[in-house]
Protein backbone atom coordinates (compact mmCIF):
# COMPACT_ATOMS: atom_id res chain seq x y z
CA UNK A 1 0.00 0.00 0.00
CA UNK A 2 0.98 3.53 -0.71
CA UNK A 3 2.13 6.16 1.91
CA UNK A 4 -0.75 8.76 2.04
CA UNK A 5 0.74 11.87 2.06
CA UNK A 6 -1.51 15.71 3.10
CA UNK A 7 0.56 18.35 2.19
CA UNK A 8 -1.01 21.22 3.89
CA UNK A 9 -0.01 25.20 3.25
CA UNK A 10 -1.21 28.59 4.19
CA UNK A 11 -0.22 30.84 0.99
CA UNK A 12 -1.18 34.82 1.07
CA UNK A 13 0.61 35.28 -2.34
CA UNK A 14 1.74 32.36 -3.43
CA UNK A 15 5.61 31.58 -2.16
CA UNK A 16 4.34 28.57 -0.17
CA UNK A 17 1.38 27.31 -2.36
CA UNK A 18 4.62 27.00 -4.69
CA UNK A 19 6.69 24.92 -2.13
CA UNK A 20 3.69 23.25 -1.44
CA UNK A 21 3.14 22.51 -5.17
CA UNK A 22 6.96 21.53 -5.41
CA UNK A 23 6.48 18.63 -2.74
CA UNK A 24 2.95 17.16 -4.06
CA UNK A 25 5.08 16.60 -7.15
CA UNK A 26 8.14 14.61 -5.81
CA UNK A 27 6.51 12.71 -3.70
CA UNK A 28 4.01 11.42 -5.87
CA UNK A 29 7.14 10.47 -8.26
CA UNK A 30 8.08 8.83 -5.07
CA UNK A 31 4.62 6.81 -5.26
CA UNK A 32 2.29 8.28 -2.59
CA UNK A 33 -1.09 9.38 -2.64
CA UNK A 34 -1.03 13.17 -2.08
CA UNK A 35 -3.72 15.32 -1.47
CA UNK A 36 -2.91 18.96 -1.68
CA UNK A 37 -4.48 21.43 1.18
CA UNK A 38 -5.02 24.73 2.15
CA UNK A 39 -5.86 25.84 5.46
CA UNK A 40 -9.00 28.33 5.93
CA UNK A 41 -8.21 31.81 5.70
CA UNK A 42 -9.11 33.64 8.41
CA UNK A 43 -8.02 37.37 7.15
CA UNK A 44 -11.25 39.54 6.60
CA UNK A 45 -12.07 39.90 2.86
CA UNK A 46 -11.14 44.03 3.16
CA UNK A 47 -7.48 42.84 3.89
CA UNK A 48 -7.05 40.31 1.13
CA UNK A 49 -8.81 43.02 -1.81
CA UNK A 50 -6.56 46.06 -0.47
CA UNK A 51 -3.54 44.12 -1.33
CA UNK A 52 -3.34 43.09 -5.66
CA UNK A 53 -1.25 40.21 -5.21
CA UNK A 54 -3.11 38.43 -2.20
CA UNK A 55 -6.41 39.12 -4.02
CA UNK A 56 -4.95 37.41 -7.17
CA UNK A 57 -3.56 34.25 -5.21
CA UNK A 58 -6.70 33.69 -3.39
CA UNK A 59 -8.84 34.08 -6.64
CA UNK A 60 -6.35 31.86 -8.59
CA UNK A 61 -6.22 28.78 -5.87
CA UNK A 62 -9.76 28.76 -5.28
CA UNK A 63 -9.94 25.24 -6.62
CA UNK A 64 -8.22 23.71 -3.92
CA UNK A 65 -10.12 22.50 -1.09
CA UNK A 66 -9.66 23.66 2.48
CA UNK A 67 -8.05 20.68 4.81
CA UNK A 68 -10.41 19.10 7.01
CA UNK A 69 -9.95 16.55 10.54
CA UNK A 70 -11.01 14.03 8.19
CA UNK A 71 -7.60 14.69 6.21
CA UNK A 72 -5.59 14.44 9.41
CA UNK A 73 -6.47 11.02 9.94
CA UNK A 74 -6.53 9.79 6.55
CA UNK A 75 -2.96 10.54 5.77
CA UNK A 76 0.24 8.56 7.02
CA UNK A 77 2.09 11.62 6.55
CA UNK A 78 2.11 15.39 6.63
CA UNK A 79 4.27 18.32 4.76
CA UNK A 80 3.23 21.66 6.09
CA UNK A 81 4.77 24.76 4.56
CA UNK A 82 3.92 28.20 6.17
CA UNK A 83 4.67 31.86 6.13
CA UNK A 84 6.74 33.11 9.03
CA UNK A 85 4.90 36.15 10.89
CA UNK A 86 6.79 37.82 13.70
CA UNK A 87 9.61 34.80 14.01
CA UNK A 88 6.23 32.10 14.21
CA UNK A 89 4.06 30.58 12.11
CA UNK A 90 0.96 32.31 10.43
CA UNK A 91 -1.89 32.25 12.60
CA UNK A 92 -3.83 30.88 9.75
CA UNK A 93 -2.13 27.45 10.04
CA UNK A 94 -2.21 27.78 14.14
CA UNK A 95 -5.91 27.96 14.09
CA UNK A 96 -6.27 24.42 12.05
CA UNK A 97 -3.63 22.67 14.13
CA UNK A 98 -5.66 24.22 17.26
CA UNK A 99 -8.53 22.02 15.87
CA UNK A 100 -6.94 18.84 15.87
CA UNK A 101 -7.35 18.23 19.71
CA UNK A 102 -10.09 15.42 19.22
CA UNK A 103 -8.42 13.49 17.54
CA UNK A 104 -5.20 13.95 19.08
CA UNK A 105 -6.76 13.17 22.54
CA UNK A 106 -7.82 9.61 20.75
CA UNK A 107 -4.39 8.71 19.66
CA UNK A 108 -4.82 9.06 16.02
CA UNK A 109 -2.30 11.55 15.45
CA UNK A 110 0.20 9.39 16.92
CA UNK A 111 3.01 8.23 14.57
CA UNK A 112 2.48 10.36 11.56
CA UNK A 113 5.07 11.15 9.53
CA UNK A 114 5.78 14.94 9.42
CA UNK A 115 7.57 17.44 7.60
CA UNK A 116 7.91 21.21 7.89
CA UNK A 117 8.83 24.31 5.50
CA UNK A 118 8.82 28.09 5.89
CA UNK A 119 8.95 31.25 3.77
CA UNK A 120 10.27 34.56 5.48
CA UNK A 121 10.88 38.00 3.75
CA UNK A 122 14.65 37.91 4.47
CA UNK A 123 16.67 34.90 5.60
CA UNK A 124 16.71 35.89 9.15
CA UNK A 125 12.97 36.54 9.67
CA UNK A 126 12.70 33.65 11.49
CA UNK A 127 12.43 30.57 9.17
CA UNK A 128 13.58 28.00 11.59
CA UNK A 129 11.74 29.30 14.93
CA UNK A 130 8.64 28.75 12.21
CA UNK A 131 9.92 25.42 11.40
CA UNK A 132 10.74 24.55 15.04
CA UNK A 133 7.40 26.06 16.37
CA UNK A 134 5.73 23.78 13.43
CA UNK A 135 7.51 20.72 15.42
CA UNK A 136 6.72 21.73 18.72
CA UNK A 137 2.94 20.70 18.07
CA UNK A 138 4.22 17.67 16.00
CA UNK A 139 6.21 17.10 19.45
CA UNK A 140 2.80 16.81 21.24
CA UNK A 141 1.26 14.76 18.93
CA UNK A 142 3.66 11.74 18.97
CA UNK A 143 4.48 12.26 15.46
CA UNK A 144 7.57 11.58 13.98
CA UNK A 145 9.75 14.69 12.83
CA UNK A 146 11.25 13.79 9.65
CA UNK A 147 13.91 16.75 8.66
CA UNK A 148 16.16 17.11 5.73
CA UNK A 149 19.42 17.89 7.90
CA UNK A 150 22.19 17.71 6.35
CA UNK A 151 21.94 14.41 4.55
CA UNK A 152 21.98 15.85 0.18
CA UNK A 153 23.97 18.68 -1.25
CA UNK A 154 20.73 20.37 -2.27
CA UNK A 155 19.95 21.52 0.99
CA UNK A 156 23.21 23.59 1.16
CA UNK A 157 22.49 25.02 -2.38
CA UNK A 158 18.75 26.39 -1.10
CA UNK A 159 20.83 28.05 2.13
CA UNK A 160 21.52 25.47 4.06
CA UNK A 161 18.61 25.03 6.57
CA UNK A 162 18.52 21.59 8.55
CA UNK A 163 15.10 21.76 9.72
CA UNK A 164 13.21 22.04 6.76
CA UNK A 165 13.70 23.93 3.23
CA UNK A 166 13.28 27.54 3.52
CA UNK A 167 13.22 30.61 1.15
CA UNK A 168 13.33 34.54 1.42
CA UNK A 169 11.30 36.43 -0.88
CA UNK A 170 12.29 39.81 -2.39
CA UNK A 171 9.76 42.61 -2.28
CA UNK A 172 8.68 41.84 -5.65
CA UNK A 173 7.39 38.68 -4.14
CA UNK A 174 10.15 36.61 -6.12
CA UNK A 175 11.88 33.76 -4.15
CA UNK A 176 15.73 34.50 -3.07
CA UNK A 177 16.85 31.21 -3.04
CA UNK A 178 16.54 28.48 -5.50
CA UNK A 179 14.77 25.86 -3.34
CA UNK A 180 12.95 23.67 -5.52
CA UNK A 181 15.63 20.47 -5.84
CA UNK A 182 15.52 20.98 -1.69
CA UNK A 183 11.71 20.96 -1.86
CA UNK A 184 11.50 17.57 -3.33
CA UNK A 185 14.34 16.06 -1.63
CA UNK A 186 12.70 16.69 1.39
CA UNK A 187 9.49 15.30 -0.18
CA UNK A 188 10.80 12.67 -1.36
CA UNK A 189 12.55 11.77 2.04
CA UNK A 190 9.22 11.95 4.10
CA UNK A 191 8.08 9.55 1.86
CA UNK A 192 10.64 7.24 2.14
CA UNK A 193 10.85 7.84 5.96
CA UNK A 194 6.69 7.10 6.01
CA UNK A 195 7.10 4.35 4.19
CA UNK A 196 9.19 2.71 6.79
CA UNK A 197 7.21 2.88 9.35
CA UNK A 198 3.56 2.22 7.57
CA UNK A 199 5.65 -1.07 6.75
CA UNK A 200 7.00 -1.81 10.26
CA UNK A 201 3.68 -1.37 11.88
CA UNK A 202 1.99 -3.55 9.47
Do not use: C
Not at 39 to 66: M, R, Y
Amino acid sequence: MSVKLAVIYYSSTGTNYQLATWAKEAAEEAGAEVRLLKVPELAPQAAIDSNPAWKAHAEATKAVPEVSLADLEWADAYIFSVPTRFGNMAAQMKQFLDTAGGLWFQGKLTDKVVSGMASAQNPHGGQEATILSLYTTMYHWGAIVVSPGYTDPSIFAAGGNPYGTSVSVDQQGKMVENVEEAVKYQAKRTVTVANWVKAGKN
